[in-house]
Structure formats: C-alpha cells, structure tokens
C-alpha cells in the first residue's frame, strides 16, 4: 500500500508563499505521476496541480497557473508544491495524491494522502 505524507501546511497571509511537500514511502515503485488536490469547506474537491514522473511534465488548473509550481525529487519519492500570490480562496485541505497508470487532470487518482490545511488570512 502506497503511503503519502503531507507537510507544510499552515498560515500565510494573502499575496505570501507558502510551501507544501509530500513524501511517498519508501517501497512506492512505478510512479507514473504524482499532484496535488485541494478542498475547501462546503466546495467539492478540485485538481490543482500534477507532475509526470519521469519526464517532469506539469499540468495546472487555471486558478493556480503562474502562481504555484509543482516539482519533484526522484531520489527522495517526494514533490513539492510552491504556493507564490496566495489569494484567500486559495484557503483549502490541500491534498497529496499519486497514480502508477497517468496524469489525472482530475480527482479520481489511485492513492490519496490525509491532507494538510491552508488558512490564508486577508
């Protein structure tokens, strides 16, 4: 079983950064691409970002497109999601997520990590 761990989650101010990573376990083999959902109070769950493993590829929704950057680092299974220009409805449970079989531009991803909470204050 695919384990994703979640951190740096918190609160930042709007028009701030804020940096989120997430960490698959170590025995996790065969990523094909790894991203980023979000979900906030009474709205449904929304893709925000992704990235494809071995080439590096990104995909973003168009709130987040010239804000966030998604990246990722082989040796450590791990991604990172570079939150630039917070804006307050960017405020969400921010979700790790992973798929052996392709991008999801989407919500419904094979594995799905426990989340990390965004507040942004205005």
């Known amino acids: 079983q695919v384990q994703l761990v979640e951190s740096g989650g918190g609160l930042v101010q709007a028009g701030g950064s804020l940096r989120l990573s997430c960490e698959a376990s170590s025995h996790t083999v065969g990523i094909y691409a790894m991203g980023w959902l979000r979900q906030a109070p009474g709205k449904e769950r929304e893709f925000v970002a992704a990235?494809?493993?071995?080439?590096?590829?990104?995909v973003y929704a168009e709130s987040v497109k010239g804000r966030f950057t998604i990246s990722r680092d082989v040796s450590k299974n791990t991604i990172n999601l570079e939150m630039n220009n917070v804006r307050p409805d960017d405020a969400a449970l921010y979700y790790c997520v992973l798929d052996r079989r392709t991008v999801v531009k989407g919500t419904s991803w094979e594995f799905r990590g426990q989340g990390t909470q965004v507040t942004v204050s205005s």
């Open positions: 990235i494809r493993w071995t080439i590096g590829a990104t």
